[in-house]
């Protein structure tokens, strides 16, 4: 599978994790690519909010396949003002 759809699948998990008020986006985000998925298997993204303050959420995300590892993503939120 291709490594830009595990990032959007982290993303998205980041932003589900990041609970802000308002809308928000992805400031910065690392991805490392821990074993291949493949075509037709099932991805899990598990996200969680490791660290709050203001307008800012840190993310980690671990995406696996099964019990395999695929990808570890961390990434900040930043709600955005109007």
């Known amino acids: ?3 830009g759809v595990l990032f959007a699948i982290a993303d998205c998990a980041l932003a ?3 609970i ?3 809308a928000g986006a992805t400031t910065w985000a690392h991805i490392s ?3 291949p998925a493949r075509l ?3 991805l899990v993204a598990v996200a969680r909010a ?3 303050w203001g307008a800012n959420a ?3 995300v671990t995406v696996r396949v099964g019990e395999s590892v695929v990808a570890e993503f961390r990434g900040q939120a930043r709600q ?3």
Request: glycine share 8%; aromatic share 4%; no cysteine.
């Open 1 to 3: 599978m291709h490594g």
């Open 16 to 18: 589900r994790a990041a």
């Open 20 to 22: 802000l008020p308002q």
């Open 33 to 35: 690519f821990i074993s």
């Open 40 to 42: 037709g298997e099932e």
């Open 50 to 52: 490791t660290t709050e």
């Open 58 to 60: 840190l993310v980690d």
């Open 80 to 82: 955005l003002t109007q």
